[in-house]
């Protein structure tokens, strides 16, 4: 039975007592709260392990919560919203959300979300570049730690979340062919609607951003297979 502390944030009390049950019943430690604020107090007094957020909250909305909780924190974070808007998902996906489940959902499929979330994170916890802090290729600089990204003049280069966190794929699998399917997997946050056009979408905007003075950028397709950065890397 798992001893991780889930953090359930829903306004609707029966669905919030329903869905805290459940996990419960799967051994889940279980906190609870209905506004951004609850779940901020929650948040700084003890350890969360991951959080189900509500996008339609009173106050500020889920959206708005993720992408302050992004600035300080990797926390995993599932949403569920009770509309199935494209640009919610998109928008949640892309500021860091790891899944996204909209409802009327069953308990059980969100149990099997929230595993499969907290294995990927866990096991990612443990890959190269959680443990270096910077890696340079072709004169460019990522911090890990600080999340940004230095061209080779110097300037800082905006990224979204989904971004850097493919970007960061590539510089720990250098010259080595990765398969979609693959890149998906290893990437802390899900990718678009985790389907090989969101990855390649993701990879173009990649490329543009990562061309600099005419050169192009080092990331090439691997036909049949996926991609490659084609770059040495240099982690430290």
Known sequence: MSSQTI???ED????????????KEHGYDVLTASTGAEMQVLLENGRVDLVVLDIMLPGKNGIEILRRLRTESDLPVIFISARGDE???????????????????GTRELIARIAAVLRRHGNNASQPHEKR???????????FSRRELRSPSGALVDLTTA?????SVFLQE???????ERLIELSRSRIGDASDRSVDVLVSRLRRKLSHEGKEAPIVTVRGIGYMFRAGVSLA
């Open 163 to 167: 971004e850097f966190d493919l970007l």
């Open 12 to 23: 609707d009390p029966q669905l919030r007592l329903l869905i805290a049950r459940a996990l």
């Open 133 to 143: 802090d910077e890696a340079v290729f072709c004169n460019w600089h990522l911090s």
């Open 87 to 105: 640009a919610d998902r998109v928008i949640g996906l892309e500021l860091g959300a790891d899944d996204y489940l909209p409802k009327p959902f």
């Open 174 to 180: 250098p010259q080595r062919a990765i398969s979609r």
């Open 7 to 9: 953090l359930l944030v």
